[in-house]
């Protein structure tokens, strides 16, 4: 395959179905049943899981899926990484790390998303790894669309649940491994001008195994994403909603996303104000893990968790959106502003400033297309023996107000910014000279060949 066909691939449009019906809420209850009897033989407790999991409105009838291309797909990916796991040992930018995908998902079969021959190959690819990221990838790109549907006058960022819960209790131990904290792998915050958030959790997987392999999955997802509520205990409170997607990847097949949910309160209306103040700086609580509940008879009891009272409501919608800001502003190489938006304890999981020599950690790239001008970062990587650039940014004025905590005349601007972009999309593209596109949040990431007639990055 050229470089040429690669950039073709990337680009086409094929479908991803979507999996959610009562028999996978039966499926997945006796997988959870079967867990938990395995953990009484080793002596330890049921894990606590929601009263009630139902297939999401949406994604029931046979033909429900998402129609995406695989760049808009590995954009989720990098949104979704470019403010997780950063640190002084990384030798590139995180979002980076979704150029290893470029070639190993594919259309075939009737317009039918599947790995390809190379995503397929585990001398190139890490089978665990690849799951890991690629059950990401189509389970966050899932969400997004269906919650989009229900909610069509929201947006909705993407924020790592890592760094969120960093800013509600210090880290004890070592940190567990990427998939292991029993917490959620992700939030999705639904914004509107002027409206209180809308908070969900996201606990999306991937696996190259039989359906068996998702229902396990989705079993354990109930747990994890069963672990923030808001109000005073699960008595005086609601869990927040949660969808647990898990994405079956298996070898030869079309890929199929499995989706559940659960009922909660999401919505972090703040007493007294139609909406929360976003500029506030938030600083770092000390919760406590634990959620308090009743047992199987009725006596009080506990589960793992944090419930977040209703005067603590604002906090937590500031950190939510200034969480976001910083992945934002990540994403187009401004770590270092970033930084500012951030607890203490959250700038600590960021890593240390001052990194100069880290591709991709510097807003040092600009140009403009179609009469925008986009700031951000570049990476050149080798793909089919030649080079290739990609860059990832915001526009010029979007960053000012990120850059300036203006995150509410951020948010107002997006429209107008969104409008302009589908305006001058082909423009934009036809100047860049390859593959371009821009999420709801106003982020673009776009890829060509390196060549000499390009219209320079400043």
């Known amino acids: ?268 209306t703040v007493p007294g104000k139609s909406a929360p103040n976003l500029s506030e700086p938030a600083a770092d609580k000390n919760l406590y893990p634990e959620i308090d509940t009743r047992d199987a008879d009725g006596l009080p009891s506990s589960r793992p968790g944090f419930a977040i009272h209703e005067d603590h409501w604002e906090w937590l919608s500031q950190i939510l959106a200034r969480t976001g800001a910083a992945s934002l502003l990540t994403f187009a190489g401004e770590r270092d502003t970033a930084r500012g938006l951030l607890t203490e304890r959250q700038q600590k999981l960021l890593g240390p400033t001052g990194s100069d020599s880290t591709p991709g950690l510097q807003c040092d790239a600009s140009i403009t297309l179609g009469g925008m001008t986009f700031v951000g970062t570049d990476q050149v990587f080798r793909l089919r023996k030649q080079r290739v650039e990609v860059f990832s940014a915001l526009l010029s004025e979007q960053r000012d107000l990120l850059a300036n905590w203006r995150l509410d005349e951020h948010e107002a601007r997006l429209p107008t910014v969104l409008k302009a972009w589908h305006r001058n999309k082909s423009v934009v593209e036809h100047q860049w000279g390859g593959l371009v596109h821009m999420d709801s949040s106003g982020a673009l990431l776009a890829i060509r060949k390196q060549r000499r007639s390009n219209r320079r990055l400043l």
């Open 1 to 268: 395959m050229d470089l040429k066909t690669a950039f073709e691939k990337l680009n086409e449009e094929s479908v991803v179905s979507f999996h959610s019906t009562p028999r996978l809420v039966d499926q997945v209850r006796g997988r959870a049943k079967h867990l938990d009897r395995e953990r009484v033989k080793k002596k330890r407790p049921p894990l606590a899981r929601p009263g009630r999991t139902f297939p999401f409105p949406g994604a029931q009838n046979a033909a429900s899926g998402m129609s995406v291309t695989p760049w808009q797909l590995l954009h989720t990916f990098a949104r979704a990484v470019a403010l997780a796991g950063q640190g002084s040992a990384r030798a590139l930018a995180q979002q980076w790390d979704c150029l290893r995908y470029v070639t190993a998902i594919e259309t075939r079969d009737g317009r039918r998303m599947r790995l390809s021959s190379e995503g397929e190959n585990w001398h190139t690819h890490k089978r665990s790894l690849q799951a890991r990221d690629l059950g990401s990838a189509f389970g966050l790109s899932a969400a997004q669309q269906l919650l989009r549907e229900r909610y069509p006058d929201h947006r909705f960022d993407v924020l790592d649940a890592e760094i969120v819960f960093s800013a509600f209790r210090p880290a004890k131990g070592r940190r567990p491994a990427a998939g292991n904290s029993g917490l959620p792998n992700h939030f999705l915050v639904g914004r509107k001008p002027g409206a209180p958030l809308r908070i969900f959790a996201v606990d999306a997987r991937g696996s190259h195994g039989k359906p068996e392999a998702q229902h396990d999955q989705l079993a354990r997802s109930q747990h994890r994403a069963h672990t923030l509520l808001l109000g005073e205990s699960d008595t005086r409170g609601e869990p927040v909603p949660a969808l647990m997607l898990a994405t079956s990847l298996l070898k030869g097949e079309g890929i199929e996303t499995r989706v559940l949910a659960t009922d909660g309160l999401g919505i972090l």
